[in-house]
Structures are given as C-alpha cells and as structure tokens.
C-alpha cells in the first residue's frame, strides 16, 4: 500500500478494535471489522457506515454523506466528526456501531455457522 499517513492515524486510532482492516478502492481505502464493510478512508476523510437509526447523530454534528465526486454521492457513509477520529475510544465506539448497521451484506448468502 502506498503511504497515507492519515489512513495509518485512522488505523492506529483503531488500533483497540480486533479484526479491522484495510483495503486498497477506488482512490481510498475500505475499512473492515472482520468481514463487515465498514468505513471508507478518501482524501483525508473517514466516512462510517450508517442507517436510519444513526445517521442523524452524523448531520447534527454538520457532517455530510461520502461524495467522492461529480455527482456520486453514497448516502449511506457519513463523515466522522474530527474530534471522534481524534478520540481511540469514541472512534472505536462509533466503528462498532458502523460495522453493525443493516444491510452489510446485501446480496450475499448468510456466513455459515462454524460449529
């Protein structure tokens, strides 16, 4: 990968969640929680995964939904405030939160049950 010192924040802030990681997309990188789709680091931003039940904690701290350009906009990853990105443990906190959202898994069988 190739250096980004704000992804490499972002990933050490979250340093306290076991299984994160990222991936290479699009100009930016994906964040995982194991195989959960979680956040999106672009151009010095970090975008969570959000719905319904929590996307208006994002906009009543002014935050706007991923617009990478043009006129993509994904509606469904809002930015984190800077100062949760600044705090592991709210960061860490809101990440959990991302990574449980609905719909995560669109379009895919159910993981099977290891036994």
């Known amino acids: 990968m190739k250096e980004d010192s704000f992804r490499d924040f972002v990933l050490d802030q979250l340093g306290s969640l076991e299984g994160v990681s990222c991936r290479a997309m699009f100009g930016g990188y994906g964040l995982y929680l194991g195989a959960d789709f979680f956040g999106i680091v672009y151009d010095g931003r970090l975008y969570f995964k959000t719905d319904d039940s ?11 939904p991923f ?3 043009g006129d993509q906009v994904l509606k469904s990853y809002y930015e984190v405030p800077e100062e949760i990105v600044e705090d592991d443990e709210e960061l860490a906190s809101w990440a959990r939160e991302a990574a449980s959202r609905k719909g995560k898994r669109k379009g895919r069988a159910p993981a099977a049950k290891r036994r």
């Open 54 to 64: 929590t996307r208006e904690k994002y906009r009543d701290r002014g935050m706007g």
């Open 67 to 69: 617009a990478p350009g």
